[in-house]
């Protein structure tokens, strides 16, 4: 339940408001270059408050690796990784305890588990993506060394009705991550941050889309026939809190298969649930956060949360990917 | 890889053009009346052939349960179902044993498993589903003793740019089974078959859509945080072959956060990954098959797979529900 | 519940007098070159009625191979595997219909599943290690290519009192199996023939232990902390009906440290949890079985089930070190 | 590999000279009442330095819970505790960052890993069950709600050639520990202290065994076929450091069937692999250590691990009975 992957495991746990989140890494092989540094840049991309865009909750995010490497290269045990909750202002959420927020999880969880944490969103919150963002770091530095050509960059593709076209093939990270809105594309860029900003100030919301490309995949990942590639990734995004749907590929589905087949980019990168060595383009859908002024005013939720879902989309794939490879080298062909 | 589910799990095996298809299901309880005319039911309405609309392999698909059912019910130990492959005309391809089909895993599965079946599609062909119908059939009868209030109703909404509106909640499964199309819309229908028929004469494909809508559910199906209801049923279709993409909820994503979530319908019976007992939509997209006019001659494949999409849509998400519902079970709380 | 291993996955199925058992191997890898005459020679290694020694139940126990294996290798895709019951006297057991035989799992599986088979022990009978075999000689064809050197060979060393002592290091089955009893010291097993000879004439049974011996191990086997060999081979012989215990190697536990660990056969072949490179030795307990005269009239048991449990206990380790090799193919450390 | 359990689950981490050492349960419900006091006086009953019969390395082992409780009661997230580090000398191990310990790990780990860790046993020391005695503490508190019959008492049964005999039904764990080397029979506990005594003195070591009663059991409890409560018991139990085995029951295997199973308490309290209501006795066969004096001296290792053994037996055995509870939970039957 709290534990994603089948070879590459991660187990996350932690609540908004509790002490602490964490996630622990197990089954990463052993010598594998690790410095908690990225990790810690890692969680730096995903941190709120970076921007008058997102959340103003304030938390420092400080990584503590607690096992599984040494002397900078990992051990082959488990990899535990800490970070403590400050800014947990719990008793804003105090009312919760005695109502449910309309939209939320408030409801579920109850009926569910026979209480709801009245601290805040507990283990639904966006903050346990933290835990998601942490152990992504360790597969990213196991796919260095064991995929060193893989390459996932993500950016928003849409808000609300806004959308920017496909961007340059040689799109980094590094350039998504200069516009606040972490669309690529400027123009469409300063008018999605300004939808996003009369948004809350209305005490409205705003979904949209991420788009992330993969290239550089080896021919293979993906198991047949439950664990194809695009079952194993489109469960890794939508378990993401918000998502509502992930599309496996860039093509137009209302053409005729010919046209549609003509471009490689339609297929997504997978053929016969396997990556066919072409990159892998997918659109991440995200429904406008259902939390409403009121609650907005002393909990803190971001009007949209597209800009800060990028590095937590590009943490799902690393994840899917790095357990993949796993899963390929598990079952060699000799020839 | 071949085995879904956590507590209800279903292990498929077959080639499409080896001697047999199969299911073994592992975790029904025991006690659950189950008539295997109800699993051939199902076959049935899987089966190719009953339309001009579809590939014209004939094959009788007859079941045979070799364990796990003692008189009408089951044991609470493996239940293995087989169906004998008859219409499997390898000859048909020859060729494939030195020619990658364009657009096809042959390239995928070469490389990754060091051959590919020269026999057709072997595990990717969709007459791998036989098994995850005959499964699914399993799990139908146990919800109708565990959950009995749930239905799963699913239906072809789109083929290439044709749409068919919302229908009617009282949809069934009989009811969308009077149309070829299974598109519930008597005139799209008809229009959907003649561009079915007309993209075959072409040589050519289709795309599209099915949605399903699933009533009846209980609060709290699902596992935070990796296991989310919207994260299973996305795995379970994805797996599906030929689908592009799910899409939770029926909103339009497009809106402000405030008329989002004021249309249940949105938010697409979950919350915070559980089900909260509303009606739970979903639209599976389906890319167009690639097979091109040559290989279609001998090979036999549809130009539109969403007819018969339908009930193996509808069985991956039974699979789904079934095994949520024990793991549920699994972890009660006690008040 | 009835899938045994983490990649090397067997499901199994059937019961004792139903219409089948199999068992299902998926994970095992591509282009293993597997001869169906190879299960059936191993099947006809466990087949009851060789001699006068076992259980006269007649079974031809035909494999019939329906999936996996095409033109003599294996395809990468689950492999099927299917035995027909043909001597399941199910009327014999008549009476089980209303009485629980004492010592039997009758009870247990009654209050557990709500009902007991009537028609036998259904999946508590012994027939059920038929799946296990079949499972087996496809992981020991796995094991030829990838750990050529590795040999499993057991050996019936005790029955009742009787036992013998440590054969000779270059022992193999066919050396085993040149004796009815399976134990390979000639004077020791005509004195077992003559106990087993006469606890059937008196409507009694005996137990007793099989000894294991793996060599040629590779180093590193077994995965840290939960997943040491030790404890997947415990696990896996331990789940063998009629297993009492197992222990892990030949040393004699009373002894000093100074002294055990003196001799290499003491360790086990394994340190830390890993293999260790060196020969591992393992001792599998049985107790006597507990079907009655009255019972074994109609019911057909063995008075002593040590001879035929020879193959099975070699089946059940290399199951496990399939698995084994697998899991460490899967974490590979990079020099 | 470091996570035990289907579904109640546990994941462990930690070195054994790292910085902390921890566990994360998931699959326990919600609303189980637990004290975080109970899991220290669980760690402080596995604690070292509590006797001269143990290992002088003094660690407070100070319990700090970071997820899954509030008030008192578990939220049904993952918990999360840790325990750090203190008493770390990991210079005494300098000299192993060039030479292998003879009996140790250190070479299969080289070898597997491509390193071993230079600061000590790492993962494969008696340390890392640290991580083991906190998630049983859950484990228990589970089972106090949930199957408050239960009772798991286990004792220090042999030590070198030294033996007691069954001690009362009635025994507890509080009249286990007032004896140093937790074997409740007086005379021959201090026979035993004095034999760990003599072979410390000696640089020498003492093997033995660890006998457990489980009473209170439900029927039931335990999966076939693979998943017997004997084959998952044993599982659990092989894999602590030092087990070299494990019987199921209090039976004389040397037996004929008609007096073996005249005693209750050879069966072992499972029949067909299901707990049948009976209480369940087992032995853990425990081989003397292999540390040899020069390294004793820095290393602080114990002569005899045994009475340090009882809470960990103990502690398998809850996390084993938590996981079958859960599994029984999702598998009902409905009359």
Redesign the interface.
Known sequence: ????GT?F?V?????SH?????A?V??C???VALDPAHVQAALDRRRPGQSALTTPRKEPDQV?????V?EG?T??????M?VRNVDARSQDYQTLRTEDR????????R?????R?P?GG???SAR?TVSRVMAAAVAEAFLA?ELPEVRTVAWVAKV??LECGAPEASLTRAQVDVHPTRCPDPKVSVAMAEAITK?RDA???????VDVRITGLP??LG??????L???L???L??IPA???????A?D??????Q??ADPR???GI??????GQPLEL?V????????REHALNGRHDPCVLPRAVPIVEAMVSLTLADAR??????????
């Open positions: 339940m709290n534990t994603f070879l495991r187990t996350t746990f932690g609540e509790g002490p602490a989140l964490g622990v197990d089954g092989p052993a010598g503590e690796v607690l096992s599984g040494y290269k051990l082959g045990t488990p990899i535990a800490l309309p939209g939320h999880a408030d409801f579920t969880w009926t569910r588990f026979g209480h944490d601290r507990g283990r639904t346990e060394r609300g009705a948004a005490g409205d919301s705003l979904g949209g889309a021919v293979g198991e047949p026939v439950f664990g194809k695009k079952a194993t489109s469960a890794a939508t378990s998502v509502a749907g992930v599309i496996i590929g093509g589905l209302e053409l005729n298969g010919s549609f087949h339609s297929w997504g053929q016969g649930g396997l990556s066919n659109r859908l995200f429904k406008p956060p259902s939390t409403l796993l899963s390929m080298l598990a079952h060699p062909h000799r020839p």
